[in-house]
């Protein structure tokens, strides 16, 4: 039984920086494709940056060159460093897996999913 458990969350000013971690439980990170999603209210979960099986990262547009995804598989745990955020980054954010090979983009591919985590970025 997989359970992912995230932390990190919090408030900062447009420009600061967060790290979200996603601690997985019941099986190593690396027989995962792991990914962090975000859902603002009304909105549908968007693909924020995604790790496969074997390690390869994938950002999205929007994320692409202020956020960083990783695992640490000492720690068996995912990570999303971000940097340079926004308001418009403000969203609940999911850490999800999934047990095949591919990091799907869709958020109906992912089987395990965390708790969601707060993240709040003023003005």
């Known amino acids: 039984y997989v359970q992912l458990v995230e932390s990190g969350a919090g408030s900062v000013q447009a420009g600061g920086s967060l790290r979200l971690s996603c601690v997985v439980s019941?099986?190593?990170?690396?027989?995962?494709?792991m990914c962090w999603f975000r859902q603002g209210r009304g909105k549908s979960r968007e693909n924020v940056a995604s790790?496969?099986?074997?390690?390869?990262?994938f950002t999205s547009a929007a994320a692409r060159d202020r956020f960083t995804v990783t695992k640490d598989n000492v720690k068996n745990t995912l990570i999303l460093q971000m940097n340079k955020l926004r308001f418009d980054d403000t969203d609940m954010y999911y850490c999800a897996a999934r047990e095949g090979s591919a990091a799907w983009l869709d958020a109906e591919k992912y089987d395990y999913w965390g708790q969601g985590i707060q993240v709040t970025v003023s003005s």
């Open positions: 790790v496969d099986k074997l390690g390869e990262p």
């Open positions: 019941g099986m190593p990170v690396t027989a995962l494709s």
